[in-house]
T-cell receptor
Framework: KQEVTQIPAALSVPEGENLVLNCSFT??????LQWFRQDPGKGLTSLLL?????REQTSGRLNASLDKSSGRSTLYIAASQPGDSATYLC???????FGTGTRLQVFP | DGGITQSPKYLFRKEGQNVTLSCEQN?????MYWYRQDPGQGLRLIYY???????QKGDIAEGYSVSREKKESFPLTVTSAQKNPTAFYLC??????????????FGPGTRLTVL
């Protein structure tokens, strides 16, 4: 059964720092890996989807990579801003098994 | 505007009552999903449907029921058999459950509280 782990569970950084959020999964037969953002009390917003055949995807200040052989995905946030403060979740496979998330706070 | 709507935003239930959470999408998506989110935990899959009139249990289906009579609607009923229903419920949809390249879209969620 696929299990997804996210490290760290929480992160608090000053504005401007470059950040790395980690996602590990146990089943290397993962088809795709999706990163989401969740603001408090709200639904999830899709940030990036990396297909199994891809190694990375980029959108603005966000870059996500996928390494199936090691069972890892990384979300890189460049030049963090207070508006980036949210919980970031990764999910894999068709039915989307979710990690527990990384709660990010960026302070001015 | 296309999207997913959930209602109500907040719902209060007395012990022993059944309640139904609404989920509607106008994205013409085939697949729809219900998740439950508890504090400190990730999302857990309750039920999903790949096509009208068909649905499958997820990891935590006990105490819940669903129907899929229309493509755009996937209501979730929380029955009295669900012992700890207080949680945040999220509905999602995707173009095709069989496609691994499609992005999943989420509704804004319903927060259910048992009094």
């Amino acid at each position: 059964k696929q299990e997804v782990t996210q490290i760290p569970a929480a992160l608090s950084v000053p504005e401007g720092e470059n950040l790395v959020l980690n996602c590990s999964f146990t089943d290397s037969a993962i088809y795709n890996l999706q990163w989401f953002r969740q603001d408090p009390g709200k639904g999830l917003t899709s940030l990036l989807l990396i297909q199994s055949s891809q190694r990375e995807q980029t959108s603005g200040r966000l870059n996500a990579s996928l390494d199936k052989s090691s069972g890892r995905s990384t979300l890189y946030i460049a030049a963090s801003q207070p508006g980036d403060s949210a919980t970031y979740l990764c999910a894999g496979t068709d039915k989307l098994i979710f990690g527990t998330g990384t709660r990010l706070q960026v302070f001015p | 505007d296309g999207g997913i709507t959930q209602s109500p935003k907040y719902l209060f239930r007395k012990e022993g009552q059944n309640v139904t959470l609404s989920c509607e999408q106008n994205l013409n998506h085939d697949a729809m999903y219900w998740y439950r989110q508890d504090p400190g935990q990730g999302l857990r899959l309750i039920y999903y449907s790949q096509i009208v009139n068909d649905f499958q249990k997820g990891d935590i289906a006990e105490g819940y029921s669903v129907s899929r009579e229309k493509k755009e609607s996937f209501p979730l009923t929380v029955t009295s058999a669900q012992k700890n229903p207080t949680a945040f419920y999220l509905c999602a949809s995707k173009s095709s459950s069989g496609s691994y390249t499609d992005t999943q879209y989420f509704g804004p969620g319903t927060r259910l509280t048992v009094l």
